[in-house]
T-cell receptor
Framework: GQQVMQIPQYQHVQEGEDFTTYCNSS?????IQWYKQRPGGHPVFLIQLVKSGEVKKQKRLTFQFGEAKKNSSLHITATQTTDVGTYFCARLSNFGNEKLTFGTGTRLTIIP | EPEVTQTPSHQVTQMGQEVILRCVPISNHLYFYWYRQILGQKVEFLVS????????KSEIFDDQFSVERPDGSNFTLKIRSTKLEDSAMYFCASGADPEAFFGQGTRLTVV
């Protein structure tokens, strides 16, 4: 199947440091979504990217979609304890309300 | 803010028993989903439901699983004869382009 891989699997950072997670696909993606799952919680939608080379920002979060539409990244500047959780990228199978194929996730822990 | 609600939050069942997990999706959404997440692993698609029928299902969604929308508000997932490996968190979601809204989940423990 069309797998979506994420690296790293785990990341521990000091509060205030930056954090980046990378999402890679062997095939071209029509879109990529990002979700955050707090410990013990449920996935919460953050953003969707659809255009080649697209960059979107949400406060301290910067999302990028690669030029070839095969990779994406999420960068958090100056992490805070509220950023703790697992960040998943996900591919929507069609450009509509079909299934999400989630990446393997990156679990972020913050050292205060 | 509208939300997807799931009951129960935790279900413990004996192997071989039937379980029904319940969800109330967001009322004006058209697509409904079930996903599962084995502890510490990624979220896996089970099934999508549109216009009162299954629109897509994964290889996990075998004959032991079924979904129903018995009335205008509820959306259920039934597992006919549970196995130990069915232990997981089950998330219901409903879709509104492009965002999927997830419920809080039901933690199913099969003993």
């Amino acid at each position: 199947g069309q797998q979506v891989m994420q690296i790293p699997q785990y990341q521990h950072v000091q509060e205030g440091e930056d954090f980046t997670t990378y999402c890679n696909s062997s095939t071209t993606l029509s879109n990529i979504q990002w979700y955050k799952q707090r410990p013990g919680g449920h996935p919460v939608f953050l953003i969707q990217l659809v255009k080649s080379g697209e960059v979107k920002k949400q406060k301290r979060l910067t999302f990028q979609f690669g030029e070839a539409k095969k990779n994406s990244s999420l960068h958090i500047t100056a992490t805070q304890t509220t950023d703790v959780g697992t960040y998943f990228c996900a591919r929507l199978s069609n450009f509509g309300n079909e299934k999400l194929t989630f990446g393997t996730g990156t679990r972020l822990t913050i050292i205060p | 803010e509208p939300e997807v609600t799931q009951t129960p939050s935790h279900q413990v069942t004996q192997m071989g028993q039937e379980v029904i997990l319940r969800c109330v999706p967001i009322s004006n959404h058209l697509y409904f989903y079930w996903y599962r997440q084995i502890l510490g692993q990624k979220v896996e698609f089970l099934v999508s439901f549109y216009n009162n029928e299954i629109s897509e299902k994964s290889e996990i969604f075998d004959d032991q699983f079924s979904v129903e929308r018995p009335d205008g508000s509820n959306f259920t997932l039934k597992i006919r004869s549970t196995k130990l490996e069915d232990s997981a968190m089950y998330f219901c979601a409903s879709g509104a382009d492009p965002e999927a809204f997830f419920g809080q989940g039901t933690r199913l423990t099969v003993v």
